[in-house]
C-alpha cells in the first residue's frame, strides 16, 4: 500500500486548501480513510476519518464546520477541502488508512496500518 498526500502550501487566515491523498496498491472502497495533523513540538492529532464506503464521517471538533473530508472511491482518493483557515490549522498533514479499524479506534493514529508522507499546511495571522 502507498499513499501519496498533496495540495498542502501557504495561505493567510480564513484562505482555503485542498489536500488530495491518492492511494494504491488495494482497492480502498472498503477502506477507512482518514486525516491527521501533527504541528511541531505537539502529538499527532485526529483531523477527519471517512468510514469505508464513505456514508459516514467524522471530524475533531477543532475543524468541525470548516474542513470536509470526501472520497472518490474509483480514484482511490481521499479529499480533505480545509475553509476558513486559522494559524492553529499550522501542521504536517497526514493520510492514513486502514481495513480493519473498529469504530472506537477511528481517532487513534496508533490503529492506522498505513501512511502517507504528509503535506505541510501553513496558515499565516
Known amino acids: 500500500v502507498q499513499l501519496q498526500a498533496s495540495g498542502g502550501g501557504l495561505v493567510q487566515a480564513g484562505g482555503s486548501l485542498r489536500l488530495s491523498c491518492a492511494a494504491s496498491?488495494?482497492?480502498?472502497?472498503?477502506?477507512?480513510m482518514g486525516w491527521f495533523r501533527q504541528a511541531p513540538g505537539k502529538e499527532r492529532e485526529f483531523v477527519a476519518v471517512?468510514?469505508?464506503?464513505?456514508?459516514?464521517?467524522y471530524y475533531a471538533d477543532s475543524v468541525k464546520g470548516r474542513f470536509a473530508i470526501s472520497r472518490d472511491n474509483a480514484k482511490n482518493t481521499v479529499y480533505l477541502q480545509m475553509n476558513s483557515l486559522k494559524p492553529d490549522d499550522t501542521a504536517v498533514y497526514y493520510c492514513?488508512?486502514?481495513?480493519?479499524?473498529?469504530?472506537?479506534?477511528?481517532?487513534?493514529?496508533?490503529?492506522?496500518?498505513?501512511w502517507g508522507q504528509g503535506t505541510l499546511v501553513t496558515v499565516s495571522s
Open positions: 492514513a488508512v486502514d481495513s480493519s479499524i473498529i469504530m472506537g479506534q477511528l481517532r487513534n493514529p496508533r490503529a492506522y496500518d498505513y
Open positions: 496498491g488495494r482497492t480502498f472502497s472498503t477502506y477507512v
Open positions: 471517512s468510514w469505508r464506503s464513505g456514508g459516514i464521517t
